[in-house]
Every structure is written in C-alpha cells, then in structure tokens.
C-alpha cells in the first residue's frame, strides 16, 4: 500500500470513527477488522475493474468462511473530482455495469434475488453473492453520504437476513435512522425495508421521484448463454 492509499484509507476509516456518522453496521466492521478497503483510479476509467471484481471475490471468500456479521468491502476513488449528485450517479452506474458485466462471464446472479432493477426483490449481485450497494461522495444531498472522495460500498445482502433472523434487524433500523435524523433534519425519503420497494433508489443517496429509470441492466444470463454457445 502507497502513502497516498494509506492515507486515503485513514480518511474513511476517520469518517466511520466519528460519532455523528450514523451507521453502526459500518462502525461495527471497522471494530471487527472485517472492513476491507480498496483505492482504485479514476471512477469512470475501466482500467482498474478487474482489480476491482479479484478484490471482491477476496473479499467474499473471507466473508463466506467467518460466522461474524458485519462484513463490507469498500472502492475508493481519490483520483476522480465530483461536482454533483448527476455526475457520480452516471459514473456509479457505468462502473456497476462494466462489473456486473465482467462478472457474467464467470459467474451466475444470485438466484435469491432478481436482476430486474424495478423488481422489489432486486439486489447487485458479484460472485454469485447479492450485495446492498452503499454511494459516497462529497456532492452528496445527504450528510451521512458525504465523504471527500467518490466511494462504492459493498455489503453482502444475507447479512441483512441474519439480522431479521437474530431479530436485530429493526433495533439497528431504528438506531441508524434516528442518528440520521439528528445528522441531517430528516430522515433519508429513499429508505425502505427490503420488499417494500427496489432498494436500487436508495444506493446512492439521492432523491428520487417516480419518473426516474436505473440504467442497470444485468446480462448474466445473456452473456453466459453466448459462452455455452461457443463452448
């Protein structure tokens, strides 16, 4: 790790440590030593996805051999200037379909949840594991997402039904939302609980009304038939 990488890695670590930062699950990582960060070039340059996509399969073994909760996995992108909420919603997206794109060609979607964006079942998925997708920046709308470099976090989803499971799932709820309140005077409008709404509007922090359309588009099974085509 450079200085440069290091020093970017303190940066997020700090936010998380501060405590007005709301969310405990992400707090609760970093004390477990079960936050896995990565510092990539500029978001919206390819060079540096499939780098990316072996940090997340890494990730993920570890994840899947441990029997702790709160595991995340964050890409940080010191190089790239946000100016507004526009601007990183485009380059997001871009960088989450080159992924997920790269991905098919090795692996399946996580058959427990739908590819389809507008589907209320809808999860990102990598390595045939479902993520809830966190967006960071610093032209956020919401203070709990602003952090001073464009950042992507990767939470694996199945966490999220442990929590349900172990009925600590609204406790956390309500605990992050209330820090949320008294951080920025309201409550994210975006938030729903996972099979109210597709949880897509509320990856990147920004409001969204009922016009707007997510450009994802998985082609796991589309590319994956082309392979066995040509096998």
């Not at 079960?34 to 919206?44: D, V």
């Not at 909760?69 to 100016?83: R, Y």
């Not at 949320?180 to 975006?190: A, E, K, Q, R, T």
Request: charged share 25%; with cysteine; hydrophobic share 35%.
């Amino acid at each position: 790790m450079t200085e440069i990488q290091g020093k970017v890695s303190e940066d997020f670590k700090s936010m998380l440590k501060d405590k007005i930062f709301p969310c405990v699950a992400a707090k609760a990582a970093l004390v477990k030593d079960q936050l896995k960060i990565m510092t990539a070039g500029h978001m919206g340059c390819p060079k540096d996805d499939k780098a990316i996509l072996e940090f997340i399969y890494d990730f993920l073994e570890g994840y899947r051999n441990s029997d702790k909760l709160f595991h995340s996995a964050v890409i940080i992108f010191p190089n790239t200037e946000i100016f507004n909420e526009d601007m990183y919603e485009k380059l997001f997206w871009s960088r989450l379909q080159a992924l997920a794109d790269a991905d098919a060609k090795k692996y399946n979607y996580d058959i427990k949840v739908s590819p389809n964006p507008d589907s209320k079942n809808f999860s990102f998925s990598l390595g045939e594991e479902a993520f809830f997708i966190i967006g960071l920046h610093p032209a956020s709308s919401r203070k709990a997402r602003q952090f001073k470099y464009p950042a992507i976090v990767f939470n694996p989803h199945a966490q999220f039904e442990k929590l349900r499971e172990n009925k600590q799932y609204i406790k956390i709820k309500n605990i992050v939302r209330k820090k949320d309140f008294v951080l920025s005077g309201s409550i994210n409008p975006m938030l729903q609980d996972f099979g109210e709404a597709s949880e897509v509007y509320q990856y990147t922090g920004r409001h969204y009304t009922n016009n707007w359309k997510c450009p994802f588009n998985s082609n796991h099974n589309k590319i994956n038939n082309e392979n066995n085509k040509s096998a």
